[in-house]
Nanobody, 116 residues
Framework: QVQLAESGGGLVQPGGSLRLSCAAS????????MGWYRQAPGKELSLVAT???????TYASSVKDRFTISRDNAKKQIDLQMNSLKPEDTAVYYC??????????WGQGTQVTVSS
């Protein structure tokens, strides 16, 4: 079993910054890609950013140049630095991990609200 614990969500004004973290724990050997997804009210789940074990990153076009995903393999953790936040970034953000030989796991989600 693998558990993903997210932290760092909250309320921020437009133009502000937040940093999300996701730490993996449990019984596993290797985590392949990890990533962040989000779901805004009334919308489908969508990709925000992903990072491979080797550090290769991908971003949704809507967040590129504003968000940065990073990874610490030793800590089994990924972070998402979110800058220049906009009201349309408001969503529940979910951490995702592709665990070798075990499949895909999801965190419980953390709320990010961008509002003045």
């Amino acid at each position: 079993q693998v558990q993903l614990a997210e932290s760092g969500g909250g309320l921020v004004q437009p133009g502000g910054s937040l940093r999300l973290s996701c730490a993996a724990s449990g019984s596993f050997s290797v985590i392949n890609a990890m990533g962040w997804y989000r779901q805004a009210p009334g919308k489908e789940l969508s990709l925000v950013a992903t990072i491979t074990r080797g550090g290769i990153t991908t971003y949704a076009s809507s967040v590129k140049d504003r968000f940065t995903i990073s990874r610490d393999n030793a800590k089994k953790q990924i972070d998402l630095q979110m800058n220049s936040l906009k009201p349309e970034d408001t969503a529940v953000y979910y951490c995702n991990a592709d665990v070798y030989l075990q499949g895909i796991y999801w965190g419980q989600g953390t709320q990010v609200t961008v509002s003045s």
